[in-house]
């Protein structure tokens, strides 16, 4: 069974008289335990692609099935509680809570799934080991590096047990080090834990380490490319 | 809920800078409008107290033809004096009184004229009621002058140029209709809250006066009453009236209603003041809020990609922008109910305006005095401020588009 699926979906915006596809007929099935890339140039749609799988923008038509879920048909607070439950984000600018400190962030999510302190605090623990930041789990955004905070936001990420996570841009703001550091991480809860991640980027180290690689251009899948890794 | 409260509050302090000139904004808004109430309502209760003792007393009685024309031969029936005091003494609330002998004239000196309301008292019985003899700027009270002294208020001394020792002609009718005339000696000058009253009342002994209108028996025109407490006026004006004839007890709010008026005024004023303070306060947290949520758009579109619901982020702005207020508010009462309570005991001296304030009444030391419900009241506005000025920014917040808002720069 295919976590994400796509059928024939368009998303197009008017700008005066013209008429822009962002997305133009996209249909396409991500499975459970793929690392998967969608590249391209700038304004290719790639982001808005995400966006709408990810449920944060409504196509112009077609359909987006989660995990057996058709989302274009949730509204609102039930679309919200669906990302919440199912979904799990990584942005560009990491988008930490700042007032927060690493372990609290990460342990955000769960809080509003309603998860007990219990697990919420035997999770938080695991993540944050997992990426390597077990003595930093008292530090407030402000007080890590931008590839320390940005493997905060992939444990938050995973904290709600998702089905799938969204990466947009994710090391468009580390340096080579962090960016690497960050990439092993997800590679090996890849491997390991069979964790489902789509990527959006244009950054070749990480579409080097992707098992597919779905290229986009003018809102269309121009190359859609499976590697063995 | 927990959480939610915590990242509100934290937010709360993550600028500093700007919640502290909320906070400062809140304190200062909250202590000035209630100091300027006490203020406002301190002058005003002096105001009201002055003319209260140094004039109109609590309740006085006049003949009933006397409050149709207050005439000389309109005095209170000689034969019902007897029954009237023995009803006054036997009213337990009645403290002191006075009884006075009233006539119009005019006073005289070489720098002109003036028309006068005379009274004749009893100077003893007249300390015990009225504080003219406390309000004294120059001279003194009755114990100089054998012969034919007289008091005067401050603006007759201004307009007749006159001091204490120089004479004042007075001439005024006597019981036959007659002109009389007499020289009397300043031997006082007194300063009441009401410079109108200051320009055409003046006092000298029921003797002189007495004598003056050639009267046979006592012509007694008005009894002037304190009571034990202002707000048993009504009543024991009421209970007087019904034990005695020809004559009327009025209570101090039908003699001068302009008094009671000005309670009401006041009251109004004030929370006019409170209203316009805690609107001008809105609109400060309306704006640092707003600043606030425009700040942190990408966080909040985060908040709301993850899975945080639009009533989480609608109740995290709105209690982020009610904690603002909700801490400065304590601090803002706390502030102007010492301030309040000290200058209430001590007074502020306002000397340098002392002609001004006199003028309108009032004695340059002013104490402040506050009616403690404009602290509830000032309270329920800022509350309901608060709840009003969160509602906008939090609106705000729910319009961001998630995908949009978490890409801003």
């Not at chain 2, 419900?373 to 920014?393: E, G, K, Q």
Request: aromatic share 8%; hydrophobic share 45%; proline share 3%.
């Amino acid at each position: 069974m295919s976590v994400i699926k796509t059928e024939n979906l368009v998303k197009t915006y008017t700008q005066g008289d013209y008429t822009i596809h962002a997305v133009d007929d996209v249909s396409l099935e991500i499975q459970k335990g793929e690392f998967t890339v969608i590249c391209g140039p700038s304004g290719s749609g790639k982001t808005t692609l995400l966006n709408i799988i990810g449920g944060l923008d409504e196509p112009t038509s077609g359909k987006v099935t989660i995990h057996g879920q058709e989302i274009t048909q949730l509204k609102g607070n039930q679309l919200i509680d669906f990302r919440l439950q199912n979904i799990g984000f990584v942005f560009q600018a990491y988008n930490l809570i700042p007032v927060l400190t690493a372990k609290e962030n990460v342990g955000f999510v769960m809080l509003l799934q309603g998860r007990p302190e219990a697990e919420r605090n035997a999770r938080t623990e695991e993540l944050l080991k997992a990426v390597g930041l077990e003595k930093e789990m008292k530090k407030k955004p402000t007080q890590m590096s931008g590839g320390q905070q940005q493997r905060v936001a992939v444990a938050r990420a995973l904290a709600s047990r998702p089905q799938f996570i969204l990466a947009d841009e994710p090391t468009a703001n580390l340096d080579s080090a962090s960016t690497e550091n960050l990439l092993d991480i997800m590679a090996k809860m890849n491997e390991e834990e069979g964790i489902t991640f789509v990527f959006s980027t244009h950054d070749q180290r990480v579409i080097d380490r992707a098992k597919r690689v779905i290229t986009v251009e003018d809102g269309k899948i121009l190359k859609d490319e499976h590697f063995k890794k | 809920m927990k959480t939610i409260i915590k990242i509100a509050w934290r937010n709360v302090w993550r600028n500093r800078l700007r919640s502290g000139v909320v906070f400062g904004s809140v304190v200062i808004g909250i202590w000035a409008g209630l100091f300027v109430v006490a203020m406002s309502q301190g002058m005003l209760a002096q105001q009201k107290r002055g003319m209260l003792e140094s004039q109109i007393s609590n309740i006085q009685i006049h003949a009933d033809s006397y409050l149709a024309d207050p005439k000389l031969e309109n005095c209170i029936p000689p034969n019902e004096l007897a029954n009237i005091e023995t009803v006054i003494a036997s009213a337990p609330e009645v403290k002191h009184f006075v009884k006075r002998s009233i006539t119009m004239g005019t006073g005289t000196t070489a720098s002109g004229f003036s028309n006068l309301k005379i009274m004749g008292i009893d100077p003893e019985k007249e300390k015990e009621t009225t504080t003219i003899s406390e309000r004294l700027l120059s001279g003194s009270y009755f114990t100089t002058f054998k012969n034919k002294p007289v008091l005067i208020g401050r603006e007759l001394a201004d307009e007749l140029n006159l001091e204490v020792g120089k004479s004042l002609n007075l001439s005024f009718q006597n019981i036959n209709g007659e002109f009389v005339q007499a020289g009397f000696k300043v031997e006082g000058i007194f300063a009441t809250p009401s410079l109108q009253y200051d320009k055409s009342n003046l006092f000298i002994l029921q003797s002189d006066f007495m004598e003056l209108v050639e009267a046979d028996a006592e012509m007694i025109h008005e009894y002037a009453i304190v009571i034990d407490d202002l707000e048993k006026s009504t009543a024991v004006s009421e209970s007087i009236n019904q034990k005695i004839n020809g004559a009327k007890a009025q209570d101090w709010a039908e003699i001068a209603p302009d008094i009671s008026y000005m309670d009401e005024a006041s009251e109004l004023g004030q929370n006019i003041i409170l209203v316009i303070i805690v609107f001008a306060l809105a609109f400060g947290i309306v704006n640092t809020m707003l600043m606030a949520v425009l700040e942190r758009k990408r966080e909040l579109g985060m908040l709301l990609c993850i899975g945080m619901n639009k009533t989480s982020v609608f109740l995290m702005i709105m209690i982020e922008t009610i904690c603002l207020s909700v801490i400065a508010a304590p601090i803002g009462l706390m502030l102007a109910w010492g301030t309040i309570t000290y200058f209430g005991i001590v007074g502020i001296n306002l000397e340098s305006v002392g002609d001004a304030l006199y003028k309108a009444g009032i004695d340059s030391m002013v104490f402040t005095a506050i009616d403690p419900w404009a602290y509830v009241t000032i309270t329920i506005f800022i509350l309901i401020a608060s709840i009003i000025a969160a509602i906008v920014p939090a609106r705000k917040a729910l319009k961001y588009n998630p995908a949009e808002a978490v890409r801003a720069v």
